[in-house]
């Protein structure tokens, strides 16, 4: 893997023609690189971030998923970026389609972890209206933390008592049947979970778009071409007025890019 920005004094033609700063980075190094910002004065603020993986033509899945257009460091950063998180938000149809498990516990976090203040891995906290969730599944039955479960004040209860029986915690995040964006990032900073990481899906992602709550976004650009029909990486309506976004680094690593990007 190699820096292209920003532009130090290791990134230069040697670097770009596999020197020294063409290699693995090791976790330690990924995590630095994606660290979330220091607190301010008044204390933790939430800050969302969102990771997503794209092909060059603009597809955010194939077939359905995300691992076909993905790539090892794709993975090593996904998981650098849940061992950051507090906790990782996400739709429920993207749950329904991954096969989503609990996140596990990284003995090579685990200090960095337990000196944050974190526990031992990141919560799942699942977005759903309908809370149309099999329950049954290990990510709200076994998990090291409870899952939560964000959804509307008008929620099914005979849901939400399936939710809780199975050993989730639902937060309440809207007035109606869904949940309100910025009521969800407001009600896990209220739960301690200030740095807090969504991988989607793209309707989830849109959402968080044009609630204006988004504060960064990692996107793996992946050298792929698909075709097709697939989402991109955000959906539902479009915003107003297009949001600005400054480029803060950018990797490389076999012809896949990842780039950071925080609002402007």
Not at 36 to 56: H, Q
Not at 206 to 219: N, P, R, S, T
Request: some cysteine; glycine content about 10%.
């Amino acid at each position: 893997m190699r820096r292209l920005f920003p532009v130090t004094d290791v990134t230069d033609e040697t670097a770009a023609a596999g020197g020294a700063d063409a290699r693995e980075w090791s976790l330690a190094e990924l995590a630095a690189a994606y660290a979330y910002p220091e607190p301010g004065p008044d204390g933790p603020a939430p800050w969302l971030r969102g990771n997503m993986v794209s092909t060059l033509d603009g597809a955010a899945q194939h077939d359905g998923r995300s691992q076909p257009i993905s790539c090892p460091a794709d993975m090593r950063i996904f998981g650098v970026l849940r061992a950051l998180a507090d906790a990782v938000v996400v739709g429920a149809e993207t749950v329904r389609q991954e096969g989503y498990r609990p996140a596990r516990a990284r003995a090579e976090f685990a200090a960095a972890r337990e000196a944050a203040g974190q526990g031992p891995a990141p919560a799942i906290a699942v977005v759903s209206a309908s809370l149309d969730l099999d329950f049954s599944l290990p990510l709200f039955t076994s998990p090291l933390v409870p899952t939560l479960v964000l959804t509307g004040a008008a929620a099914d209860p005979q849901r939400v008592a399936a939710a809780e029986r199975a050993g989730a915690r639902v937060v309440v995040a809207g007035e109606g049947a869904g949940v309100d964006p910025g009521r969800a990032v407001h009600a896990l900073a209220e739960l301690g979970h200030t740095r807090l990481l969504t991988e989607g899906g793209p309707r989830l992602l849109g959402q968080l778009i044009a609630a204006d709550v988004l504060d960064e976004l990692c996107l793996t650009v992946s050298p792929m071409l698909t075709a097709g029909d697939a989402q991109r990486i955000a959906g539902g309506p479009s915003v107003t007025f297009p949001r600005r976004f400054t480029l803060s680094s950018m990797l490389e690593e076999d012809g896949f890019l990842f780039t950071r990007y925080r609002r402007a």
